[in-house]
């Protein structure tokens, strides 16, 4: 499928939006303690902002897996982003990977304490590198 840049910029804003709200929810759940859903949040803040970034420069990620893989391959080995926003990327996964699947793991406060900063910081270098190639 061939976008138009309108189409690809809304698209972008669309996705923007989604890692915003993601990341805005993190602080109702610190609130009522629900760390598990605090975790879901905080990997689909960072993943919207990904698939902005694809979006943005012409990539496409059918799934999670595939999504990581581009985003290594075309900002973390390359330089474009630091490596701890690779392995931030990564961890956030499985860790939502076993909070949402695991009925016996549970997500501690420390957790999303760790991730919450960093994640703020990769969502913003993100918007950076978009904002730059306009």
């Known amino acids: ?28 759940l610190k609130a009522s303690e629900r760390w598990n859903g605090a975790a879901n949040r905080l990997y689909y803040s960072v993943f919207h902002a990904v698939n902005a970034l694809f979006i943005s420069d012409g990539l496409e990620a059918g799934r999670h897996k595939s999504s990581h893989s581009l985003f290594s391959m075309h900002y973390v080995k390359t330089g474009v982003l630091p490596i701890d926003y690779g392995r931030l990327y990564n961890n956030l996964q499985k860790l939502r990977e076993k ?6 793991f549970d997500v501690s406060k420390q957790d999303i304490e760790d ?5 703020a910081d990769f969502i913003k270098a993100i918007e950076k590198l978009i904002s730059e190639k306009k």
């Open 115 to 119: 991730g919450i900063t960093i994640a």
């Open 1 to 28: 499928m061939s976008l138009t840049n309108e189409d690809r910029q809304t698209l972008v804003l669309r996705e923007l939006k989604k890692a915003h709200e993601a990341y805005e929810d993190i602080e109702i």
């Open 99 to 104: 909070s949402d699947y695991n009925c016996f």
